[in-house]
T-cell receptor
Framework: TQLLEQSPQFLSIQEGENLTVYCNSS?????LQWYRQEPGEGPVLLVT?????EVKKLKRLTFQFGDARKDSSLHITAAQPGDTGLYLC??????????FGAGTRLFVKA | GAVVSQHPSWVICKSGTSVKIECRSL??????MFWYRQFPKQSLMLMAT?????????EQGVEKDKFLINHASLTLSTLTVTSAHPEDSSFYIC?????????????????FGPGTRLTVL
């Protein structure tokens, strides 16, 4: 059974602080996606990482795929209230199968 | 690109009625679409995988006669909640999948619709 553990489940920080969200598995993924979801809306794709060790940056967000393609992290620098939302990681394996992490609910206080 | 729409965005119905939710990929063809259910402050729960031209594959515990899925074309999948009851009230989200090539093979990327809020009275 494929499992994707995401941590922390909840994070409340002050504006300007940095944070890191982790997704870990014992399984190898062909790719891993990060999504952000706001209340009452569908998840929006932020990034897809494919290659082991890959690092992608999206403004203040840095995404990293582990060398063995079993884990990934999302780092946010100088968080802003607009970053508040539910962050989901999703790992793809076996071609078209995808599993989602439980999500990290981030709240950034002004 | 990769826009997925859902209709309606919200619906309120009486207990015992059926509700149909449409999911469309607007600018790409999706051979596979997924239907999820999301409870408040929780992650997504996969209900079923919908493949164009074939029967949907339901996850364990999801009643296929309760949640009817039709994937008639490469851009449209529908979810019908039959004889809805208050416990079916939830946020339903669809996604459409595309496959992207890499040096080592293909990987699946899902693009989500905006969701449908169903309230059964």
């Amino acid at each position: 059974t494929q499992l994707l553990e995401q941590s922390p489940q909840f994070l409340s920080i002050q504006e300007g602080e940095n944070l890191t969200v982790y997704c870990n598995s014992s399984s190898v993924f062909s790719s891993l996606q990060w999504y952000r979801q706001e209340p009452g809306e569908g998840p929006v794709l932020l990034v897809t990482v494919v290659t082991g060790g890959e690092v992608k940056k999206l403004k203040r967000l840095t995404f990293q795929f582990g060398d063995a393609r079993k884990d990934s992290s999302l780092h946010i620098t100088a968080a802003q209230p607009g970053d508040t939302g539910l962050y989901l990681c999703a790992g793809t394996y076996g071609g078209f199968k995808t599993i989602f992490g439980a999500g990290t609910r981030l709240f950034v206080k002004a | 690109g990769a826009v997925v729409s859902q209709h309606p965005s919200w619906v309120i119905c009486k207990s015992g009625t059926s509700v149909k939710i449409e999911c469309r990929s607007l600018d790409f063809q999706a051979t596979t679409m997924f239907w999820y259910r999301q409870f408040p402050k929780q992650s997504l729960m996969l209900m079923a995988t919908s493949n164009e031209g074939s029967k949907a594959t339901y996850e364990q515990g999801v009643e296929k006669d309760k949640f009817l899925i039709n994937h008639a074309s490469l851009t449209l999948s529908t979810l019908t909640v039959t004889s809805a009851h208050p416990e079916d009230s939830s946020f339903y989200i669809c996604s459409a999948s595309t496959s992207q090539p890499t040096r080592t093979g293909l990987y699946n990327e899902q693009f989500f619709g905006p969701g449908t809020r169903l309230t059964v009275l």
